[in-house]
């Protein structure tokens, strides 16, 4: 065996005296705490420095969340919360990216790779005082991922390639044995899903409370549900919610991680995230002093740059370090074919070469230079450049020479002559082309208001489009008004981005033809077409082996073939990490999930707060 050792102000709800009371927190080091090495030379946080408890941290969000159910979550303004609350059985080390235990304080791996024994960490609880054990993993697994009644992306990504799951098992109540029918490489990532509470949310499941409807837990834990209800194991937990306004997150008092010192993380008390109207406002808020850190836009770095002495602020700039993730254009093969309408639209967006028209009619160098002041890369793969894997290195791990670059160079003309080719032309000399009937070709641009790259972005797109006769408009939508739309197929073209990681098969829900986000085409799911049934080939053979060099030839030819011929999203750019923040706060140089390799909750944990 391998060892591995918001409603109105006054609606504002909060937590109440008696649930405050029930929290206080360890009396002592639990028996397995995470021992955090800050500061500690030779380990990957040696560059941190360790601190004392205390402080309120402001960052600021655009739009308000959509649930607290983690398991169900699919969009960002869910999961900056989620993910603050819930941990999984391992994580990636949010500096250098390498799996490590996490609710798991070890584990054993078979001779053959088929069998991980999972070692919990004993003594640590949930924040409710609750104790964690085996039953709320194997709840987690059994009863809600792999649980069909429940809405989740989980699932797909944890799918062996011969349609089976990994079976877990308890031994005890502080082991968990995971068996495989076959070789999986990403296990280790994929098993890291953040855990759930049993004994909070068993009794919302069907499968285990059949006096409640089938989906109930799909409602379970939604902005209505009372803070005091919600639990987790992560850093931090809800305090309260203003519809419109914040969200006040207080340390978790059972949260398991400490410091070299002793110190029980996070050190910071509170988490408030600002929601505001756009990237502007954040701006606005940030030079006034009323956030500590932000997100900062590749545009904003001038303006921050200039005040960098007087402020006392850090703004950080990685030309050579692009942020996880894709930014992209759907285009939706499925449109009106729930009612039965728009068969015309439907069968253009189904069409290959308007989609390949509309990667060359996509400006995607005038979007870099006029919206983020130059600091972003043209975007082919869905794998980020950061991974071993990305098909723009020749072999796994190897310098990027983008050899294998799937490139549409902007070109008006030949977008047109495409549209010709395949009889979108102008039938009754208005200028705008039309179907083979005489119908005018429209179709909208959706993307989130105040986003105001990704709204200069469509803008761009339609402007272009335009010009060659395509009758486009820009619509900017509410945030979750447009997750609701993509997730039901309703709409015509889509302009969003994805979270990434590394590893290639965390992409499963979105590129397999019968994932959750499949959202461009969420009919192949009975009806693929060939390239798409291709691709989930080639998903399968880059976890079916632990040679990586093996998995990298599978995953090159499915970023390749992604890319070329089956054209779902339309990839646009990469922008380069940039990030500001007062110099009060004590290692926000990793802060930001979009600057860690785990894109999960960065180093908020660590965050040392040393403002008067």
């Not at 723009?392 to 030949?414: C, H, M, Q, W």
């Not at 008004?481 to 197929?489: D, I, P, Q, R, W």
């Given at each position: 065996?391998k060892?591995?050792?918001?409603?109105?102000?006054?609606?504002?709800?909060?937590?109440?005296?008696c649930?405050?009371?029930?929290?206080?927190?360890?009396?002592?080091?639990?028996?397995?705490?995470?021992?955090?090495?800050?500061?500690?030379?030779?380990?990957?946080?040696?560059?941190?420095?360790?601190?004392?408890?205390?402080?309120?941290?402001?960052?600021?969000?655009?739009?308000?969340?959509?649930?607290?159910?983690?398991?169900?979550?699919?969009?960002?303004?869910?999961?900056?919360?989620?993910?603050?609350?819930?941990?999984?059985?391992?994580?990636?080390?949010?500096?250098?990216?390498?799996?490590?235990?996490?609710?798991?304080?070890?584990w054993?791996?078979?001779d053959?790779?088929?069998v991980?024994?999972?070692?919990l960490?004993?003594?640590?609880?949930?924040?409710?005082?609750?104790?964690?054990?085996?039953?709320?993993?194997?709840?987690?697994?059994?009863?809600?991922?792999?649980?069909?009644?429940?809405?989740?992306s989980?699932?797909?990504n944890?799918?062996?390639?011969?349609?089976?799951?990994?079976v877990?098992?308890?031994?005890?109540?502080?082991?968990?044995?995971?068996?495989?029918?076959?070789?999986?490489?990403?296990?280790?990532?994929?098993?890291g899903v953040?855990?759930?509470?049993?004994?909070?949310?068993?009794?919302?499941?069907?499968?285990?409370?059949?006096?409640?409807a089938?989906g109930?837990?799909?409602?379970?834990?939604?902005?209505?549900?009372?803070?005091?209800?919600?639990?987790?194991?992560?850093p931090?937990?809800?305090?309260?919610?203003e519809?419109?306004q914040?969200?006040v997150?207080?340390?978790?008092?059972?949260?398991?991680?400490?410091?070299?010192?002793?110190?029980?993380?996070?050190?910071?008390?509170?988490?408030?995230?600002?929601t505001?109207?756009s990237?502007?406002?954040?701006?606005?808020k940030?030079?006034?002093?009323?956030?500590?850190?932000?997100?900062?836009?590749?545009?904003?770095?001038?303006?921050?740059?200039?005040?960098?002495?007087?402020?006392?602020i850090?703004?950080?700039v990685a030309?050579?370090?692009p942020?996880?993730?894709?930014?992209?254009?759907?285009?939706?093969?499925?449109?009106?074919?729930?009612?039965?309408?728009?068969?015309?639209?439907?069968n253009?967006f189904?069409?290959?070469?308007f989609r390949?028209?509309l990667?060359h009619?996509?400006?995607?160098?005038?979007m870099?230079?006029?919206?983020?002041?130059g600091?972003?890369?043209?975007?082919?793969?869905?794998?980020?450049?950061?991974?071993?894997?990305?098909?723009?290195?020749?072999?796994?791990?190897?310098?990027?020479?983008e050899?294998?670059?799937?490139?549409?160079e902007?070109d008006?003309?030949?977008?047109?002559?495409?549209?010709?080719?395949?009889?979108?032309?102008?039938?009754?000399?208005?200028?705008?082309?039309?179907?083979?009937?005489?119908?005018?070709?429209?179709?909208?641009?959706?993307t989130?208001?105040?986003?105001?790259?990704?709204?200069?972005?469509?803008l761009?797109?339609?402007?272009?489009l335009?010009?060659?006769?395509l009758?486009?408009?820009?619509?900017?939508?509410?945030?979750?008004?447009?997750?609701?739309?993509?997730?039901?197929?309703d709409?015509?073209?889509?302009?969003?981005?994805?979270?990434?990681?590394?590893?290639?098969?965390?992409?499963?829900?979105?590129?397999?033809?019968?994932g959750?986000?499949h959202?461009?085409?969420?009919?192949?799911c009975?009806?693929?077409?060939?390239v798409?049934?291709?691709?989930?080939?080639?998903?399968?053979?880059?976890?079916?082996?632990?040679?990586?060099?093996?998995?990298?030839?599978?995953?090159?030819?499915?970023?390749?073939?992604?890319?070329?011929?089956?054209?779902?999203?339309?990839?646009?750019?990469?922008?380069?990490?940039?990030?500001?923040?007062?110099?009060?706060?004590?290692?926000?140089?990793?802060?930001?999930?979009?600057?860690?390799?785990?894109?999960?909750?960065?180093?908020?944990?660590?965050?040392?707060?040393k403002?008067?």
């Amino acid at each position: 065996m391998k060892k591995l050792v918001l409603i109105t102000a006054s609606l504002l709800v909060v937590f109440s005296a008696c649930a405050v009371a029930l929290a206080q927190g360890y009396e002592v080091m639990p028996e397995d705490a995470l021992i955090i090495p800050l500061g500690v030379e030779g380990t990957p946080y040696d560059f941190l420095e360790p601190g004392l408890r205390g402080g309120t941290m402001y960052i600021s969000t655009i739009g308000d969340p959509k649930k607290w159910n983690h398991t169900t979550s699919k969009e960002t303004s869910t999961t900056l919360y989620t993910s603050q609350m819930m941990a999984g059985l391992t994580n990636q080390n949010p500096v250098n990216g390498a799996i490590e235990p996490e609710l798991a304080k070890s584990w054993d791996i078979s001779d053959d790779g088929l069998v991980i024994t999972f070692h919990l960490r004993r003594g640590i609880m949930w924040s409710d005082s609750e104790p964690f054990t085996a039953d709320d993993v194997l709840f987690t697994f059994n009863d809600l991922i792999y649980n069909e009644d429940v809405d989740t992306s989980s699932r797909d990504n944890i799918q062996l390639p011969d349609d089976t799951f990994p079976v877990v098992e308890k031994v005890d109540d502080h082991t968990v044995k995971v068996t495989l029918s076959m070789t999986f490489r990403p296990i280790l990532t994929q098993i890291g899903v953040g855990i759930m509470p049993k004994h909070k949310l068993a009794r919302y499941v069907h499968k285990l409370n059949p006096d409640v409807a089938v989906g109930t837990f799909n409602e379970t834990w939604g902005l209505d549900t009372d803070p005091a209800e919600l639990c987790g194991l992560g850093p931090f937990i809800v305090e309260s919610y203003e519809p419109d306004q914040q969200v006040v997150m207080r340390r978790n008092p059972y949260h398991y991680r400490y410091d070299a010192n002793g110190t029980q993380l996070p050190y910071i008390d509170k988490y408030v995230i600002l929601t505001v109207a756009s990237q502007d406002v954040s701006l606005l808020k940030f030079r006034n002093g009323e956030l500590d850190v932000f997100g900062c836009r590749p545009a904003d770095v001038p303006i921050l740059k200039a005040e960098e002495a007087a402020k006392d602020i850090t703004v950080m700039v990685a030309r050579d370090k692009p942020v996880l993730g894709t930014t992209w254009i759907t285009v939706n093969q499925d449109v009106g074919l729930a009612d039965g309408t728009r068969e015309n639209l439907r069968n253009l967006f189904r069409n290959s070469k308007f989609r390949v028209a509309l990667c060359h009619a996509m400006d995607k160098q005038t979007m870099i230079n006029n919206l983020v002041n130059g600091l972003a890369v043209p975007q082919w793969s869905p794998v980020s450049l950061l991974s071993p894997f990305y098909a723009g290195r020749d072999y796994y791990g190897g310098p990027i020479t983008e050899t294998n670059s799937v490139i549409f160079e902007y070109d008006l003309d030949k977008a047109a002559s495409l549209l010709d080719e395949i009889g979108i032309i102008d039938r009754n000399g208005d200028g705008w082309r039309d179907f083979e009937d005489g119908t005018a070709v429209e179709m909208e641009f959706n993307t989130n208001v105040g986003n105001t790259v990704r709204e200069g972005a469509i803008l761009i797109i339609v402007d272009d489009l335009n010009k060659i006769g395509l009758k486009a408009i820009a619509n900017p939508i509410d945030f979750n008004t447009l997750v609701t739309k993509l997730l039901s197929a309703d709409y015509d073209f889509v302009y969003l981005g994805l979270t990434g990681g590394t590893e290639p098969n965390s992409g499963g829900n979105v590129y397999r033809p019968c994932g959750t986000l499949h959202a461009w085409h969420y009919s192949a799911c009975e009806e693929p077409y060939e390239v798409e049934k291709r691709i989930d080939e080639l998903l399968d053979a880059g976890v079916a082996t632990l040679d990586n060099d093996k998995a990298f030839e599978a995953y090159k030819e499915y970023q390749i073939t992604l890319a070329a011929e089956d054209l779902g999203l339309l990839y646009t750019f990469n922008n380069a990490y940039t990030y500001v923040y007062y110099n009060y706060v004590g290692n926000a140089q990793v802060a930001s999930p979009l600057g860690s390799p785990s894109s999960y909750y960065g180093l908020t944990w660590d965050l040392v707060f040393k403002k008067g």
